[in-house]
C-alpha cells in the first residue's frame, strides 16, 4: 500500500479537527435559600425553626402540615448547563407512632416567605406567623393569600418524585424526569423558582403519621437538606478562526455570525403528647450517605460523565477546501513537469 501523501495528511488534520471535544459534567450540593412549614389547623408558622413537618398528628385527623422547601439552584450552576439529575435528601428525625407514608414533592406554583417565628416545645404546632411567613392562607403573612381557595399552599397537582418514609434517618427523592424538569426550569427561569411543598399520603386519614425533618436552621450540620444536582456545562464554541475573518479562505469575508464565540444555541397536633419531650434525635442515621456535611450553599463539587462539543464547522470545510485545491494545482504542476521533461528528452 502506498503510503500518504503531504496533501492527504493535511486534509485528515483538518478534518481531526472537526472531532468533538468532551466537557466533564459536574455535581454541586445546595443547601436551602428558605424552607417553612404550614398548619391546616391554624395560621401558625415555623419559619426559623429547626424542623419542618410533614403529615397528620396522631390526635386530631383535621390537623395535618405541609412543608415548603426552595434553593437557589441559578446562583450555583452556569445558565445554559444541561441537569442530568437531581435528588433531595432530608433526615428524619422523629415521627408519630402511625405507620410509614409516601411523601410527595409537589413544585410550587406561587412564591411563598420564611418570617422569623419558632415553634415552642419541640416546634409541633408552630407559632404565631411573623411578617413574611408562609401559612396556611397566606404565601406571605399578612400580604398576601394564596390563590387555592382551601389554602395550603399552590402546588402542581402531579408531584414530581415520592418516597415511602418509615424509621428515623435520611429519605431521599431521587432522580424522575418531573424531579430533574423542576431543577432545569429552575435554572433557565429562575422567576419561577418557588421550590417545592411537600406533604404526606391521606392526609387527615393516616391519623399518627406525621414525620419531622430537620431544617437548614437545625443545629446540625449534618442533619441540614441537601439538593445534589449534576449538570453539564453550557459549550462556547469559540471555533477553528475564533470568530476572525478567514484570512482569505473566504474572500475576507467574516464567519458571519456562525462561530463569533457566542454559546451553541406538629407532629403533636399542639398537644406536645410525648413528641416534643424527647430527647434529641436518637435514631440511626444513615452513615453511607453522602449528604453528611452538608450546608448551605455549595459544599463541594465531583465530575462524571461528558458531552460533545462541535468545532466551527464552515470554517473547517473551508480549510479543507483550501487544502485541497492547493494539494491539486501541486499535484497538476508536477504532471507538467514530467510531460515537459518527457518531451524534451525525445
Known amino acids: ?38 398548619y391546616s389547623e391554624s395560621e401558625n408558622s415555623n419559619g426559623r425553626g ?49 405507620n410509614g407514608i409516601q411523601i410527595y414533592l409537589h413544585r410550587a406554583l406561587s412564591d411563598w416567605g420564611e418570617g422569623t417565628s419558632i415553634g415552642a416545645r419541640g416546634e409541633g404546632s408552630g407559632a ?54 423542576d431543577v432545569q426550569s429552575w435554572l433557565d427561569s429562575p422567576q419561577t423558582n418557588f421550590g417545592w411543598l411537600i406533604r404526606g399520603e391521606l392526609e387527615g386519614e393516616a391519623v399518627g403519621t406525621a414525620k419531622r425533618f430537620d431544617s ?13 444536582v449534576t449538570y453539564s456545562p453550557p459549550i462556547v464554541d469559540a471555533g477553528t478562526d475564533g470568530g476572525e475573518p478567514d484570512a482569505g479562505l473566504d474572500a475576507g469575508q467574516s464567519d458571519a455570525g456562525v462561530d463569533a464565540g457566542q454559546p451553541d444555541a406538629g407532629v403533636d397536633g399542639g398537644n406536645d403528647t410525648g413528641m416534643d419531650s424527647a430527647s434529641p434525635d436518637s435514631g440511626p442515621t444513615d452513615a453511607g450517605n453522602t449528604n453528611a456535611g452538608g450546608s448551605n450553599g455549595n459544599s463541594g463539587q465531583s465530575t462524571s460523565g461528558c458531552q460533545s462539543a462541535p468545532g466551527s464547522l464552515f470554517a473547517i470545510l473551508g480549510i479543507a477546501l483550501f487544502v485541497a485545491r492547493a494539494y491539486s494545482q501541486s499535484r497538476r504542476r508536477q504532471v507538467a513537469g514530467l510531460c515537459s521533461g518527457f518531451a524534451r528528452n525525445v
Not at 419542618?52 to 445558565?79: C, E, H, K, M, Q
Not at 437548614?216 to 439538593?227: C, G, H, K, M, Q
Request: no cysteine; proline share 5%; aromatic share 10%.
Open 50 to 98: 429547626q424542623y419542618l413537618f410533614v403529615g397528620t398528628t396522631a390526635n386530631d385527623p383535621n390537623a395535618y402540615r405541609r412543608a415548603l422547601i426552595a434553593f437557589d439552584v441559578a446562583a450555583s450552576i452556569p445558565a445554559g448547563s444541561t441537569i442530568q439529575s437531581a435528588s433531595l435528601t432530608l433526615h428524619l428525625s422523629k415521627e408519630g407512632p402511625g
Open 128 to 181: 404565631a406567623a411573623t411578617t413574611g411567613d408562609a401559612t396556611w392562607h397566606d404565601n406571605f403573612f399578612d400580604t398576601s393569600t394564596w390563590r387555592t381557595s382551601d389554602g395550603g399552599g399552590d402546588f402542581a397537582t402531579l408531584p414530581s418524585a415520592n418516597v415511602f418514609v418509615s424509621g428515623l434517618g435520611f429519605s431521599s427523592w431521587s432522580s424522575r424526569p418531573a424531579l430533574i424538569a
Open 216 to 228: 437548614r436552621e437545625n443545629s446540625s450540620t449534618a442533619f441540614r437538606p441537601v439538593l445534589s
Open 1 to 38: 500500500m502506498k503510503g500518504l501523501g503531504n496533501g492527504h495528511l493535511l486534509i485528515i488534520f483538518v478534518f481531526g479537527l472537526a472531532s468533538p471535544a468532551t466537557v466533564e459534567a459536574e455535581t454541586v450540593l445546595l443547601g436551602p435559600k428558605k424552607d417553612n412549614s404550614i
